[in-house]
């Protein structure tokens, strides 16, 4: 389930290696972790503070802004990530970004995700149901106008929300200006506060999609492992007044693709890193936070594992919920063993120890920031008393219906009030995203819906209590799956404009349903609200002001010139292509298609091992060692996922679709001593498309083939 | 994992049908449990107490003693249930039950899982590695005996402990007069003391056992299902002195079988029931146990499913932890239902509470057992401390190697105790079982090892937090998994040599070893001991002497003729067969050959539901209509696996492998109008032995064909 400490991205900063040299004392911890001596190719860096010296001094090359300005512009937000790679609006990503609509674009008799999908004409591309696509425009800075609105004598939680009401003024007004989608960013935890405004597309196109066998070769099993042979990729395109977007900033696909030992970069929206963290931080996710998070993750998966076993319909409706779970539950286990690993937690501990030192031992550093650290650590002590709650009346739940009762029972409460006094998620600017998904006309399944329910009821008690107040309320008397079957076959949100009425009868329309949905996210939500304000206030509000003063401290120390921790924008990470050794063996960078058929004759009739039969039929059409999978070290983390590989001609060389078990721990510290991201290779996309999909349009769209 | 509450079988009366008739106000909660009016088909009755008024009254049958007495004796505990069907010491259970040992008896070249097996000859009869079986012979109550040791003024744990001690000396005492084992079981959890004397046997061979996926045909996925298609039997033969066993009571083979409606008989181990518990331990139970034990189960099937995924040779060795992980997952989920149902929490304080309100209205019961359940409740909100510490500690590292190295700290430090002071599974008594686990050979894996101690640090790091003292310790500043690899691989009692040594080489010996696991053993070995003596003290004793009084308002309320809680040993169960109704559907007593293939064909290619090729090449040969697996009314519950079903003339009609889905909740309560036990027809085995497997000899030994 998601978790609330999602909202608490803290920040973390990350010295450059070079104002490393000089300071022996503090970054041993760090320096420690991607290898003494040589500057790391770590970092993911804000579009508007790139690395430039770094990648000039490592590898000579030198950005340009209008280089920087058009990967910028040719990244799009999908989800996770993804570019345009024609003037045409295509847009390239994995299939695992594009799964949930290739699952909403499917029915019993139309399965996408088995079969895949190739539309030969714009006539012939499916209309996604809810998918929204950004591209980030321009980026201002605009702390101090978000710190004028906190006064020195406010508390912490007064001064949160005082600067959440300027952020949505702000976001307001500039959206009103410039009619783009507008976002204040939240950097280094509260220490900077970035404007970042985008073009919002809504009309989205499945263009082409392999079939899931061949997008995730090897299933569970070969996740997050390397070698690999897998196709994740997808293609959309985005329109505008019925027409292909006309894009200037697309990337150009790179025939020749990258060599071993080539410096390639990566604009992508990495979700969330911890690299910062304060040590208590760490501990409460290493006790508290990953243990809960894990448990849901491995009872979810068991449920689904049994859900998806009872029959073919059963696998094809719930199978993408299966793959999240266990793909999830997998990272989750790569990091939670980091904070398990008693060495990275040692060298943090160094880290943070040299740091206050040199904190303390400056008196006007002391008064200012000296009491950051146990600050946050009581908080986190606060936090452990109502972790649970919190995160099962928030996230328990997790059903669709359960999901559009819950925004119409909040729609209904926040629109009378004026947009900066709203929860954030229903601020103006934020309402046609919210609207997109309530009307949403993508399928709803009873029986997957129960399961969720079902399950979520059990967890609920299960973590709260069978005799809570509140868990015997929301089973009113039922077993759990009982009362999900009451739920879900009395609800009747599954019809659109039965949600679009209740949305516009506002609070009265929600106080006369007689949806059991409405009624129980209804009776919900006062609890849901008074959780969240105590987290906010006792949580949240002292993390943001006190990492705040971390940030601080640390810019005092090692120059601003620091990435913050990732916050699901767009980042550019950078590194060689590049093998690595485990187990006193040589991993290569590259892996081709002949590898795939070899693995596939080893694991044959295994689980997720299964080969599309069009590519058992193609093999000896394709050029068997044509590069198809390759790993390089640029730093990237989970919503990175169908990121762009680039050249420093900006050219498209490959997809991010994974990172490596060893990479797993980059949450909370990057090490490229084996960590890897792993991509799909340009050139394996254009031969499967030509060779095995004939869909040479496509491809000569990609490659410019007649433009 | 295994938890503490394994030990503390709280004892659960049951009163009789004919005497609630006259008491209306006390026994509706368990009247509407098994359908008001009628008599029900309950009880898991004690050999020495069996429900002969019942079965007279509602089926006309009277057994005799002799009757008892034979059935009895052909009964075998062997691990769960058994029975001997032959006079040359045949044994009849399930597949399921000998898969361990079929599991020991593999090896890469030879998978007897897999493949099956089938001794033509005695000789190629394979040895078991370290089975154990045993014939109840006779039982004596000693009450009176054991609570003589217990004087009035000692506290609750001081009574349990002189109890415990009392019993080691009767138990050793009947053990020199007899030869025999000698037990003392804990009847209605601490109210009756039933000493039971069993013949022992550990040379034990493998006879015959079919294909895995015929025996647990469907999977996880149709386990604890219904209708069935399940061949799911093995058959051992016990020896003496080198011989085939001479056995005078063992059951005879029903040709006919049983038809619907006829009463049949079970007489098996019933591992562990909780009918009786209180309110509050049921809510202890639903809170706190239930939720820690599936989260485990949840984690420990991802991490067994992972492993099992990696290669073939993972697969043949992780199979039976996970079969076990997967079916213990799917019979706590049903009880935990039972638990969140709360109409069947309802039925169980509705007869709390009259009675207490009985018990109060009598001044003399209320001085002696008023306080009862109040005292239980006390105990358990104190157990709430210490339970997931105690259970990690007792029982994360579930690994054959720290199970030896355990094994070996405890017997150094208990055996130069005289036995009545030992802990008590190293009483005098018990030494010949533990030896046979000690140095039994079957082979460990290193890999298995690893997972499962990778698994069971990371779950002490999760529970107890990675700063707890234990939790550092333990994990030697390395992270769970190379923790792992390191106490395997330095570990050496994989040799069954070294075990003899260190084991003749007493406390000196290992003080003195550097092997890995012995040293972590003997470091986590204190703080076991400290909380299982806290367990003992302030929750078990006072469970046995507070029940003790539950069970005696009971006795004087309802009469004696009650059946305690399952306790793992022994006892009769009854019932006709019957099918039952499914969402408004009749679900037929029967299945049959037939049945099998249709849903071989509708399933085809998906896991679980692979047919063995000699089944798939045998169809023809098949009588199809034979009678399959069938069901009944009969009490039973984990443990009862390998129970013989038998007719009113004592001959085996059919064999117990499973309890439908609604027969899970009969753990908290008994409902037989959807709740069936599953078995194997008698007829199928004939059929499949003598068509499919060519094992004509043993379906004549079976029948008595030339004896």
Redesign the interface.
Request: hydrophobic fraction near 30%.
């Given at each position: 389930m998601n978790h609330p400490s999602t909202l608490t991205i803290t920040p973390v900063v990350r010295q450059r290696r070079r104002s490393l040299r000089g300071a022996r004392l503090v970054p041993i911890a760090l320096l420690l972790a991607s290898g003494v001596g040589a500057l790391a190719d770590e970092g993911m860096w804000l579009p508007n503070r790139p690395p430039t010296k770094l990648l000039k001094e490592k590898y000579g090359f030198e950005p340009t802004a209008a280089w920087l300005e058009h990967v910028q512009k040719a990244s799009v937000k999908i989800g996770a990530s993804g570019s345009l790679v024609s003037p045409r609006g295509l847009i390239l990503t994995n299939h695992h970004v594009g799964s949930g609509q290739l699952e909403k674009l499917s029915t019993p008799e139309r399965n996408l995700m088995r079969d895949g999908f190739y539309a030969r004409t714009p006539a012939e591309e499916l209309k996604c149901a809810d998918m929204e696509v950004r591209l980030l425009w321009t980026i201002e800075d605009v702390t101090d106008k978000v710190n004028a609105a906190a006064k020195p004598e406010m508390s912490a939680a007064d001064a949160f929300s005082a600067r959440r009401k300027r952020m949505s003024e702000i976001e307001q007004e500039a959206k009103d200006r410039t009619k783009l989608d507008c976002e204040i960013v939240t950097l280094y935890q509260g220490a900077r506060y970035h404007l970042y405004s985008y073009r919002r597309y809504t009309d989205v196109r499945l263009v082409m999609a392999p079939e899931k066998s061949i997008a995730f070769f090897g299933?569970?099993?070969d996740n997050f492992e390397y070698p690999r042979y897998d196709l994740d990729m997808c293609f959309f395109r985005v329109y505008e007044n019925d027409e292909p977007l006309k894009c200037e900033h697309y990337l150009k696909w790179s025939r020749a693709g990258a060599a071993e030992n080539d410096l390639v970069l990566v604009a992508g929206h990495p979700g969330r890193t911890r690299r910062l963290n304060t040590l208590d931080h760490l501990?409460f996710l290493?006790?508290v936070d990953?243990?809960f998070n894990?448990?849901n993750?491995?009872?979810r998966?068991?449920q689904l594992?049994?859900f998806v076993?009872?029959g073919a319909e059963n696998a094809r409706i719930g199978e993408n919920d299966l793959f999240g779970t266990q793909n999830g539950?997998k990272a989750m286990t790569g990091g939670?063993?980091g904070?398990?690993?008693?060495v990275l937690?040692q060298r943090k501990a160094s880290f943070e120890k040299d740091l206050r030192a040199a904190v303390m031992n400056n008196p006007q550093q002391q008064a200012q920031w000296g009491d950051a650290w146990d600050n946050i650590a009581t908080a986190l002590q606060q936090y452990r008393e109502f972790h649970a709650r919190y995160a099962v009346i928030r996230g328990a739940l997790r059903s669709d219906l359960f999901r559009l009762a819950h925004t119409l029972v909040q729609l209904a409460a926040e629109l009378p009030k004026p947009s900066r006094d709203r929860l954030r998620e229903y601020r103006e600017s934020e309402l046609e995203s919210v609207y997109l998904r309530l009307y949403s006309p993508a399928p709803i399944y009873d029986e997957l819906e129960i399961d969720r329910l079902a399950g979520g009821l059990?967890l609920m008690?299960?973590?709260l209590?069978?005799?809570d107040p509140t868990v015997a309320a929301t089973?009113a008397?039922?077993?759990?799956?009982e009362r999900a079957v009451q739920l879900v076959r009395g609800c009747t949100l599954k019809d659109v404009e039965t949600r679009k009425k209740l949305a516009a009868g506002g609070a009265a329309a929600i106080a006369a349903s007689d949806d059991p949905l409405i009624k129980l996210a209804a009776a919900l939500d006062p609890e849901y609200r008074a959780l969240r304000t105590r987290f906010e206030d006792t949580v949240e509000g002292v993390e943001r002001a006190n990492y705040a003063k971390v940030a601080a401290a640390m810019f005092a120390r090692f120059g601003e010139d620091l990435y913050p921790d990732a916050t699901g924008t767009l980042r550019l990470a950078f590194g060689p292509v590049k093998g690595y050794q485990e187990d006193s063996r040589d991993v290569p960078p590259f892996t081709n298609f002949a590898g795939l058929y070899q693995r596939w004759q080893e694991r044959h009739g295994?689980?997720?091992f299964e080969l599309p039969q069009r590519w058992v039929d193609g093999k000896s059409k394709l050029k068997l060692d044509t590069p198809y999978n390759f790993v390089c070290t640029a730093d990237i983390i989970g919503g990175n996922s169908g990121s762009p590989v680039i050249n420093t001609a900006g050219e498209v060389v490959g997809l991010i679709f994974d990172g490596n078990l060893q990479s797993l721990v980059w949450d909370i510290q990057f090490d490229e001593r084996q960590g890897r991201a792993v991509a799909v290779d340009s050139r394996a996309i254009i031969e499967a498309l030509r060779k095995i999909y004939d869909a040479g349009a496509l491809a000569d769209e990609l490659t410019g083939a007649g433009r």
């Open positions: 299933g569970d099993n501990r290493r006790d990953f243990p894990l448990r993750a491995w009872r998966e068991v594992k049994t076993q009872r539950r939670f063993g904070l398990l690993d008693p937690m059990m008690a299960e973590t209590g069978g005799d089973l008397g039922m077993s759990p799956r295994e689980e997720g």
